[in-house]
């Protein structure tokens, strides 16, 4: 059994045994999704399901929590599910598939993170929340940012210097969806790069750069929030 004292002299062991009943989903277990369900899992969260279809890839190597050299082409959340369970307690389960309007979301989870990167999944998942009343938090753009400064939690019709969130609003505003949308955001600039590359979409022609310094921090700091609201709830 994984020690958890710090974390009970941190919050008491009342909240401690609070948490380790909480089930939390994550979807995108990329940069930002590795670091909030491993900081979740090592302070003791019971339950975790993590959602993803993408196989890891060597370029994930410089900001992925569970890629190595060794586990390349393996499906992330295998790899993440393996790495989560060498290091804490909590029951794992995985999901491999692409989220969309007839994704059937379990009602049971107490929280559900968003990292994904693709823009029409992601206000799927969003939506199926809402829906089904189940406290979501979506994680916005933090690639083209070297240093983890101005990580922000507000509400989508908040943000700025965001290309995705930008997006994102557009849909919601085109869907004259009006409920709120809660995000982390990186309130600074994006870094411009003169990197192109041969391709047909503009994920291709223009990669995102990316540091474990910025999606991790994000990562962290989305699953501090997400945590502390677990443990205060008051349970119905």
Do not use: W
Request: glycine share 6%; net charge positive.
């Amino acid at each position: 059994m994984v020690d958890l004292s710090r974390m009970e002299y941190l919050i008491g062991r009342e909240k401690l045994e609070k948490v380790k009943n909480k089930r939390v989903l994550v979807c995108g277990v990329g940069g930002v999704g590795s670091f909030v369900a491993e900081s979740l899992c090592r302070s003791g969260l019971g339950y975790i399901t993590l959602l993803d279809y993408d196989k890891v890839e060597a370029s994930n190597l410089n900001r992925q929590l569970m890629t190595t050299k060794d586990n390349i082409g393996m499906s992330k959340v295998g790899a993440l599910k393996k790495r989560l369970e060498e290091v804490s307690d909590t029951k794992v389960d995985t999901i491999e598939t692409f989220i969309d309007e007839n994704f059937v979301l379990d009602k049971d989870y107490d929280y559900v993170v968003d990292c994904i990167d693709t823009l029409t999944a992601k206000f799927a998942l969003v939506k199926l929340c809402h829906k089904n009343k189940v406290p979501v938090l979506s994680s916005l753009g933090s690639a083209r940012r070297l240093k983890p400064e101005n990580i922000t939690l507000t509400s989508l019709d908040k943000t700025r210097n965001d290309p995705l969130a930008k997006a994102f609003r557009n849909l919601a505003k085109k869907e004259n969806y009006r409920k709120k949308i809660e995000v982390v955001f990186v309130d600074t600039p994006a870094v411009k790069t003169n990197v192109v590359k041969e391709g047909n979409t503009n994920k291709e022609k223009y990669p995102l750069g990316s540091s474990i310094f910025t999606v991790g921090s994000v990562g962290l700091y989305i699953a501090s929030i997400v945590y502390e609201r677990l443990i205060n709830k008051e349970d119905l």
